[in-house]
């Protein structure tokens, strides 16, 4: 079975400092990678995506995402946090075998001003 | 506009009730899940479809039931037989073409508390 490893279950960081969001996943196949994000008492959101070619992905509100192969992780940056990035964000992995999605337990991002 | 509907927000239940979570979708979308979140376990799945009359069970089936009689609603019963039912549940459904899953689109959420 697949997994999904959040290291971190909160970040706290300064606003317009860098952050990353770390992800390790377990797989022994090719695999689908997501970052989701939730805001308080809301369903998820997707904030980027990695199916196949480039290895950097990036989402339209400044996050990005490096599939790493050999590492088998999926990390998220910002190079500047606003206080509006202040949610939960969660890594997923598609399992090609039945179909759904496998999410981490979450790393909740807290920014400060 | 497409999107997941799900309802109510809130839903309050007295122990030994059945519940029905309401879940539809009118993204025309072939398959459907149901999720649900407990503060620090993330997301775990409970039961999924990838098409009309068929479902599967996912990591934690056990108390819940499911029908997929429409292409666009996927109710979720939570019986007397779970022992833990506050949390908040999320459906979701995708494409389900392809041999992975591209994407999965999410509702906003019912919080279920028991009494």
């Known amino acids: 079975a697949q997994s999904v490893t959040q290291l971190d279950s909160q970040v706290p960081v300064f606003e317009e400092a860098p952050v990353e969001l770390r992800c390790n996943y377990s797989?022994?196949?090719?695999?689908?990678l997501f970052w989701y994000v939730q805001y308080p008492n809301q369903g998820l959101q997707l904030l980027l995506k990695?199916?196949?070619?480039?290895?950097l992905v990036e989402s339209i509100n400044g996050f990005e995402a490096e599939f790493n192969k050999s590492q088998t992780s999926f990390h998220l940056r910002k190079p500047s946090v606003h206080i509006s990035d202040t949610a939960e964000y969660f890594c997923a992995v598609s399992d090609t075998g039945r179909r759904a999605l496998t999410f981490g337990s979450g790393t909740r991002l807290q920014v400060q001003p | 506009d497409g999107g997941i509907t799900q309802s109510p927000k809130y839903l309050f239940r007295k122990e030994g009730q059945n519940v029905t979570l309401s879940c539809e979708q009118n993204l025309n979308h072939d398959a459907m899940y149901w999720y649900r979140q407990d503060p620090g376990q993330g997301l775990r799945l409970i039961y999924y479809s990838q098409i009309v009359n068929d479902f599967q069970k996912g990591d934690i089936a056990e108390g819940y039931s499911v029908s997929r009689e429409k292409k666009e609603s996927f109710p979720l019963t939570v019986t007397s037989a779970q022992k833990n039912p506050t949390a908040f549940y999320l459906c979701?459904?995708?494409?389900?073409?392809?041999?992975?899953?591209?994407?999965?689109?999410f509702g906003p959420g019912t919080r279920l508390t028991v009494l």
């Open positions: 990695y199916l196949s070619g480039s290895t």
């Open positions: 979701a459904s995708s494409t389900g073409q392809g041999a992975g899953v591209s994407e999965q689109f």
């Open positions: 797989s022994s196949v090719s695999v689908y």
